[in-house]
Antibody, heavy 122, light 107 residues
């Protein structure tokens, strides 16, 4: 059974970096058939896909244009996890952040982490 | 970006009712359409992928249809655990985008 366990702080100061980690059990971050994603949800923006990392003989990343200049998603094969780094945050980045697997069926997000409520405030 | 528009925004129904939710894409997405539902404080849960394929473990009272720009999710006989917010998502092109949600509430 695949599970994703998120960790990271719930409070970040404006202009600082938001860092979250998603630990994978029951699957491999290096799997050739899935992709590992970050998605956030807020009342003002709804559900918003942020980016992904995936392995197909080498590592690839895709990011939403709206956040591309501020975001990095990295795999960590030694710990079987992946991370989100989001720079220069503002109060508008306050949201629940989810990690999610896009499985082999229909590009759908079939496994989700539990969510982390991140508040950007001084 | 592809815009996803759901209707209605909210719907009141009773246990045993048949409910249909509609999702419209701003451009042709073939059958790259996914449905989720979400309960308060929880992550979304996958129900339907590729417009009409039922995710493993999801009850058969859920069904999806459509292609191109117009899609529907139907719940044939509402159960108490189905009261939640429903989202559609296009998986045709990046950035993947979601509808604004349809809240299904008890009448």
């Amino acid at each position: 059974q695949v599970q994703l366990q998120q960790s990271g702080p719930g409070l970040v100061k404006p202009s600082q970096t938001l860092s979250l980690t998603c630990a994978i059990s029951g699957d491999s971050v290096s799997s050739n058939s899935v992709a590992w994603n970050w998605i956030r949800q807020s009342p003002s923006r709804g559900l918003e896909w942020l980016g992904r990392t995936y392995y197909r003989s080498k590592w690839y990343n895709d990011y939403a244009v709206s956040v591309k200049s501020r975001i990095t998603i990295n795999p960590d094969t030694s710990k079987n996890q992946f991370s989100l780094q989001f720079n220069s945050v503002t109060p508008e980045d306050t949201a629940v952040y989810y990690c999610a697997r896009a499985g082999p069926k229909g590009r759908a997000f079939d496994i989700w982490g539990q969510g982390t409520m991140v508040t950007v405030s001084s | 970006d592809i815009q996803m528009t759901q209707s209605p925004s909210s719907v009141f129904a009773s246990v045993g009712d048949r409910v249909t939710i509609t999702c419209r894409a701003s451009q042709d997405i073939s059958t790259w359409l996914v449905w989720y539902h979400q309960k308060p404080g929880k992550a979304p849960k996958l129900l339907i992928y590729a417009a009409s394929s039922l995710q493993s473990g999801v009850p058969s009272r859920f069904s999806g249809s459509g292609s191109g720009t117009d899609f529907t999710l139907t719940i044939s006989s509402l159960q108490p655990e189905d009261f939640a917010t429903y989202y559609c998502q296009q998986a045709n092109s990046f950035p993947y985008t979601f509808g604004q949600g349809t809240k299904l509430e008890i009448k």
